[in-house]
């Protein structure tokens, strides 16, 4: 629990810049891997992800088998700033246990959380990749500047309802009701494809099922409508740690709805793990409107705003005293 403990006071003594989020020409979504991107989908953007994946859980020593299917929903809204959004997730679990004559069914919420994430530094923004007329060579130099990443905290809570059949603590550990969860997140861009994301999670903070994740997803452009990943998860905790790869595709039928497909399988067989999933993302943007920053010395569409008024008081100070 020390290393934990050191763990939290890292994340939150990170110092960083404020900077601003980035609305996309093209949906942003976090599936089909499990890492969490650095960038907000945009103020009052309202972006729903869901899946269906098939879970198969094989135990070795126990003897034991339960396959099912699991609902997955999450729910982004960009709120306040272009940098902030809340996010709510939902995973439902619905699946058959097997120990050689004795069968059981098991359904449940694994997992229920609400929180939000931040923006805090973009390296990109307000920065402009000028080409060099005078020089070949610059322009294709390579360039340092990807290899720094967008930075973005998330804080949430985890909420329990009803029994979670599904955990792997002694039936004599009580999970708590609620349990904080914080996330630090990163993100690289490598060139015009590649993309690097990486997750480190401090979960269930002060409670018997505290644990540390790790997520790294690596995700390659091939064109215009179609996407690659890999992933690597891991997590760490008194009661089960593992590692989980996983790859998959994503297919963008338009700018604002993504359907994708993924396998994942971990690397242990106390118990094996295996799952296939589809998904769809969709995000409603009609009433989005850009937020712009104006270069210095010019007029924001504010300051047209009040510059107006205050020519309409003016006028209205001169018609009364003539």
């Known amino acids: 629990m020390k290393s934990i403990q050191a763990l939290l006071v890292l994340l939150f003594g990170i110092s960083s810049q404020i900077s601003f989020g980035q609305f996309t020409d093209e949906i942003n979504s976090n599936r089909p891997g499990k890492s969490m991107m650095a960038f907000a989908v945009g103020k009052t953007i309202i972006q729903t992800e869901t899946g269906v994946t098939y879970v198969s859980e094989d135990h070795n020593l126990l003897d034991y088998q339960a396959k099912g299917f699991m609902g997955e929903l999450a729910i982004r809204y960009g709120v306040w700033k272009e940098e902030l959004e809340i996010i709510g997730e939902i995973q439902y679990q619905n699946d058959k246990l097997t120990s050689g004559s004795y069968e059981e069914s098991r359904n449940g919420f694994k997992q229920l959380t609400l929180g939000a994430k931040y923006l805090i530094y973009d390296p990109f923004k307000n920065f402009e990749d000028k080409p060099n007329l005078y020089s070949w060579k610059a322009n294709h130099s390579f360039k340092w500047r990807q290899f720094i990443p967008a930075f973005a905290m998330y804080a949430g809570a985890n909420f329990k309802v009803g029994d979670?059949?599904?955990?792997?603590?002694?039936?004599?550990?009580?999970?708590?009701?609620?349990?904080?969860?914080?996330?630090?997140?990163?993100?690289?861009?490598?060139?015009?494809?590649?993309?690097?994301?990486?997750?480190?999670?401090?979960?269930?903070?002060?409670?018997?099922?505290?644990?540390?994740?790790?997520?790294?997803?690596?995700?390659?452009?091939?064109?215009?409508?179609?996407?690659?990943?890999i992933e690597n998860q891991g997590y760490m905790g008194d009661y089960y740690s593992d590692g989980v790869m996983r790859i998959g595709a994503a297919f963008l039928f338009d700018k604002h709805m993504q359907v994708d497909a993924s396998i994942g399988k971990n690397l242990k067989d106390t118990p094996g793990l295996f799952n296939a999933g589809i998904g769809f993302s969709w995000r409603f943007a009609d009433q989005y409107e850009e937020v712009k920053i104006a270069k210095p010395g010019t007029e924001t569409k504010m300051d047209k705003k009040v510059k107006k008024k205050a020519e309409k008081e003016a006028k209205k100070r001169k018609d009364a005293v003539e």
């Open 164 to 229: 979670n059949p599904f955990s792997y603590a002694p039936s004599d550990i009580i999970e708590p009701s609620f349990s904080p969860k914080v996330t630090a997140i990163a993100q690289n861009h490598f060139g015009g494809r590649w993309v690097l994301v990486t997750n480190l999670t401090y979960d269930k903070i002060g409670t018997d099922f505290a644990t540390i994740n790790y997520i790294l997803t690596l995700t390659r452009g091939f064109n215009a409508q179609w996407s690659g990943f």
